[in-house]
């Protein structure tokens, strides 16, 4: 990579996209710390990301992964681990918002539906749809 600048406003959702070994994974590795940048700066509000705390930079950040991790328990209980306090309602918006609900709520139990380890119940795109909805209700 070469020559990035990237900003991003408070409470902005930011989805990176692109082919197969363009950087998107690496911007992110750097971005959390997994590994250091060999050249250039990684700033968050302008501080050095080498300088904060490794956990809270990586509770601030949402990443879904191009395989996310689901577990064999209920739709309901696999998003409840982005925030075990969450209210019905505002999973069903987190759902909402990361078009989730509608094949949710047609599952033969709703959010109650068992699927399976690893989502073995749901299409690659209904697992991202459910992680993406786990990464919002952590509210990064």
Known sequence: MKGITLEVESGQHVALVGHSG??????????????EQQSGKVLLDGTPVGDLNVEHLRNIVGVVSQEPALFADTVENNI??????????????C????NAHDFIMNLSQGYKTRIGEGGVQLSGGQKQRVAIARALARNP
């Open 95 to 98: 759902c909402t918002m990361a």
């Open 22 to 35: 363009c950087g998107k994974s690496t911007l992110v590795g750097l971005l959390l710390r997994f590994y």
């Open 80 to 93: 409840r681990l982005g925030r075990a306090d969450i209210s019905q309602e505002e999973m069903e918006k």
